[in-house]
């Protein structure tokens, strides 16, 4: 919604102001199909010779989330915690019956209780990957923990692909705003005996080649990418608190403590309280069973 209020906002500011300033939309409708064609064209062909078609397909599903905003609220945050305190219980336990949990999450009663999570392929793995790590008796916790960070900055970086990709566009957008306008210039140059207010509307239609490379850029390209950016970032917080959990698990933590740490690490406007973490793991899966 506030993406939407933004892209009204810049609309309204700049075309609005154009207009009390006393100037006429009539040369920038004549030139806008072809400077458009020109400039959002070529930044769509660049943009393709840049990316694999992985890429292409997952800076375009990005987008959405200018408007959607991060995929993970409080609510998962906190489901997060649970689902994992229960499979940290199960694990302290029984580490057998634990298994049947994390070689087939899908039929496990823990994971299909929040399919929001198991929907996420790479969460679900990476919890029962180290969970089974974990499980072989590994002498030194510090190696799974090593492989863990790597994982997860490799996540983020593949993530991060869409926001750089979208960036590389806005960078490349006033320079082909220039483009355009220097091909107007030219087609100006080669009607130069025509009358001064003939020659006076072409100009100003090679001006909005210019004009439109960088409005676009600056006022729409740019500030996705950036958007893009920050939600991938706080959508990160969902792996690291997977993490910080896990890591503690590793070192022979109890399983309150493990939920603790990740609790506390969880940003500020997601965490749960302690009370709410409290009824919320009473109410758990787990719980029930054992009731």
Same mark, same amino acid.
């Given at each position: 919604?506030?993406?939407?209020?933004?892209?009204?906002?810049?609309?309204?500011?700049?075309?609005?102001?154009?207009?009390?300033?006393?100037?006429?939309?009539?040369?920038?409708?004549? $030139?806008?199909?072809?400077?458009?064609?020109?400039?959002?064209?070529?930044?769509?062909?660049?943009?393709? =010779?840049?990316?694999?078609?992985?890429?292409?397909?997952?800076?375009?599903? !990005?987008?959405?989330?200018?408007?959607?905003?991060?995929?993970?609220?409080?609510?998962?945050?906190?489901?997060?915690?649970?689902?994992?305190?229960? /499979?940290?219980?199960?694990?302290?336990?029984?580490?057998?019956?634990?298994?049947? @949990?994390?070689?087939?999450?899908?039929? #496990?009663?823990?994971?299909?209780?929040?399919?929001?999570?198991? $929907?996420?392929?790479?969460?679900?793995?990476?919890?029962?990957?180290?969970?089974?790590?974990? #499980?072989?008796?590994?002498?030194?916790?510090?190696?799974?923990?090593?492989?863990?960070?790597?994982?997860?900055?490799?996540?983020?970086?593949? $993530?991060?692909?869409?926001? @750089?990709?979208?960036?590389?566009?806005?960078?490349? /957008?006033?320079?082909?705003?220039?483009?355009?306008?220097?091909?107007?210039?030219?087609?100006?140059?080669?009607?130069?005996?025509?009358?001064?207010? =003939?020659?006076?509307?072409?100009?100003?239609?090679?001006?909005?080649?210019?004009?439109?490379?960088?409005?676009?850029?600056?006022?729409?390209?740019?500030?996705?990418?950036?958007?893009?950016?920050? =939600?991938?970032?706080?959508?990160?917080?969902?792996?690291?608190?997977?993490?910080?959990?896990?890591?503690?698990? /590793?070192?022979?933590? !109890?399983?309150?403590?493990?939920?603790?740490?990740?609790?506390?690490?969880?940003?500020?406007?997601?965490?749960?309280?302690?009370?709410?973490?409290?009824?919320?793991?009473?109410?758990?899966?787990?719980? !029930?069973?054992?009731?």
């Amino acid at each position: 919604m506030l993406g939407i209020i933004g892209i009204v906002i810049v609309f309204v500011m700049v075309f609005g102001g154009y207009m009390l300033a006393g100037g006429s939309f009539g040369i920038i409708l004549k $030139a806008l199909p072809y400077e458009m064609m020109m400039i959002a064209g070529a930044a769509v062909g660049a943009f393709a =010779i840049a990316n694999d078609g992985h890429g292409v397909k997952q800076t375009l599903g !990005a987008l959405g989330m200018v408007f959607k905003g991060p995929k993970w609220k409080a609510a998962d945050y906190r489901d997060l915690l649970v689902m994992l305190h229960d /499979l940290l219980r199960i694990g302290k336990q029984n580490p057998v019956a634990l298994e049947e @949990h994390i070689e087939k999450p899908e039929e #496990s009663s823990i994971f299909t209780a929040y399919p929001r999570i198991l $929907a996420d392929k790479e969460t679900v793995a990476t919890i029962c990957d180290t969970l089974r790590s974990a #499980s072989m008796n590994y002498d030194d916790p510090h190696q799974v923990e090593e492989v863990l960070d790597k994982r997860t900055e490799a996540r983020l970086h593949h $993530a991060m692909h869409s926001s @750089h990709a979208l960036q590389t566009v806005a960078d490349g /957008l006033p320079a082909l705003g220039i483009v355009a306008a220097v091909l107007g210039v030219i087609k100006t140059m080669s009607s130069i005996d025509q009358p001064p207010a =003939i020659l006076g509307k072409m100009i100003g239609g090679a001006l909005v080649g210019t004009f439109l490379g960088v409005f676009l850029a600056y006022a729409f390209v740019g500030p996705f990418a950036t958007k893009v950016k920050l =939600i991938v970032e706080e959508d990160h917080h969902f792996n690291l608190l997977v993490k910080e959990v896990l890591v503690a698990y /590793l070192h022979k933590h !109890a399983p309150n403590i493990c939920i603790e740490v990740g609790r506390q690490n969880t940003p500020l406007g997601l965490r749960p309280s302690f009370d709410e973490m409290e009824e919320a793991m009473r109410g758990s899966t787990l719980s !029930a069973v054992a009731a």
